[in-house]
């Protein structure tokens, strides 16, 4: 988990929300979070995931009680996704739309990994809770439980039964008031944190299902991902250039072929991004390197094929590049990287 990663205010949002409702005021919750209420008004503003698990640390310190992160999740919607809140309405099936929701997860408000996972009787949703501290996880875990059977019952449109609700957490000793926060039986002690969703309700055909819609937003889902994984510059020039490099990214493109994209002069280009502390060769390593991890680490492709996604002749180049950005040859980064 990057805790640095860039994220919209809405899951803090609801985190006041139920702090609220558990009688916790504000201030006690912002302790520690860099986040000003000022910045609470603030349309479309940004914080980092770390700050986010800050004000979950400080509610379960003054509102800590078992299923409070079912209540918390309770908040979440399909319109809390934005555009991935769309794609998923858009898909074909519920096995679509959580497809898409693992794909591009980085957009889906998670402070844990989520995937997909078979399973005879149906298909398994996920949480590594393994990047958590100890403190807030059963509370990430719960909420991300409750939300995802929220949006699945929106996708839906009816009530979803899931074959099975598991968490690795022990069982709180009270069961029965936990059943007014989460109406679902969930096995405690378990192997695992997911649900298991029927082979039926997967299949289930969405009642606002398109298929160019949903086409559509699986493309502006994938640009808006690769701005977000790339962590892109926040000055304009530097962030410009990014965005050209990786949208050409099956072409080592010089600093004069960027310039030309952008309508500047090769020195104009130069010269704003020194003034905004960048260089034209930092930035284009930088996002190959990022793209090449991820292609190692996301794909099946071999390095050949690696090495052409991203406009080297051939393997021999790449490797050679990829050693002097990450320090060892890729398929030894593979295997560390696991």
């Given at each position: 988990m990057d805790?640095?990663?860039?994220?919209?205010?809405?899951?803090?949002?609801?985190?006041?929300?139920?702090?609220?409702?558990?009688?916790?005021?504000?201030?006690?919750?912002?302790?520690?979070?860099?986040?000003?209420?000022?910045a609470l008004q603030q349309r479309n503003a940004q914080i980092e995931a770390w700050q986010e698990l800050a004000v979950i640390r400080n509610l379960i310190e003054h509102a800590g009680?078992?299923?409070?992160?079912?209540?918390?999740?309770?908040?979440?919607?399909?319109?809390?996704?934005?555009?991935?809140?769309?794609?998923?309405?858009?898909?074909?099936?519920?096995?679509?739309?959580?497809?898409?929701?693992?794909?591009?997860?980085?957009?889906?408000?998670?402070?844990?990994?989520?995937?997909?996972?078979?399973a005879p009787r149906g298909t398994w949703l996920l949480f590594d809770d393994s990047v958590l501290p100890q403190d807030a996880r059963t509370f990430v875990i719960e909420r991300g439980l409750s939300a995802c059977l929220g949006?699945?019952?929106?996708?839906?449109?009816?009530?979803?039964?899931?074959?099975?609700?598991?968490?690795?957490?022990?069982?709180?000793?009270?069961?029965?008031?936990?059943?007014?926060?989460?109406p679902y039986a969930v096995q405690y002690n378990s192997a695992r944190n997911g649900i298991l969703f029927s082979h039926a309700d997967l299949q289930y055909s969405l009642p606002q299902a398109h298929i160019?819609?949903?086409?559509e937003g699986e493309q502006l889902c994938e640009r808006l991902y690769d701005e977000i994984s790339h962590n892109l510059a926040r000055k304009p020039t530097a962030r410009m250039v990014q965005q050209v490099l990786i949208r050409d990214s099956?072409?080592?493109?010089?600093?004069?072929?960027?310039?030309?994209?952008?309508?500047?002069?090769?020195?104009?280009?130069?010269?704003?991004?020194?003034?905004?502390?960048?260089?034209?060769?930092?930035?284009?390593?930088?996002?190959?390197q990022r793209l090449a991890e991820r292609l190692l680490s996301e794909?099946?492709?071999?390095?050949?094929?690696?090495?052409?996604?991203l406009g080297f002749a051939e393997a021999a180049s790449f490797s050679r590049a990829f050693s002097r950005w990450a320090g060892c040859p890729p398929g030894r980064w593979k295997r560390k990287s696991g």
């Open positions: 805790w640095r990663q860039s994220r919209p205010l809405t899951g803090v949002h609801y985190l006041l929300e139920t702090a609220r409702q558990e009688g916790v005021g504000i201030a006690p919750c912002l302790i520690g979070s860099a986040i000003s209420r000022e009680r078992p299923g409070l992160g079912f209540v918390s999740g309770r908040h979440y919607h399909l319109t809390s996704l934005g555009l991935l809140g769309f794609t998923m309405l858009a898909s074909r099936t519920l096995g679509e739309a959580f497809t898409t929701f693992s794909r591009f997860q980085l957009l889906a408000l998670t402070l844990c990994p989520a995937h997909i996972e078979a949006v699945a019952c929106e996708l839906l449109q009816r009530r979803i039964e899931p074959l099975a609700v598991e968490m690795t957490a022990s069982a709180p000793a009270d069961l029965a008031g936990l059943q007014r926060d989460f160019n819609a949903h086409l099956a072409t080592l493109l010089s600093g004069r072929a960027v310039a030309e994209r952008l309508g500047l002069a090769e020195r104009t280009l130069y010269r704003r991004l020194a003034s905004e502390g960048h260089s034209f060769r930092q930035l284009n390593e930088q996002i190959k794909s099946g492709l071999d390095l050949n094929s690696i090495a052409h996604r």
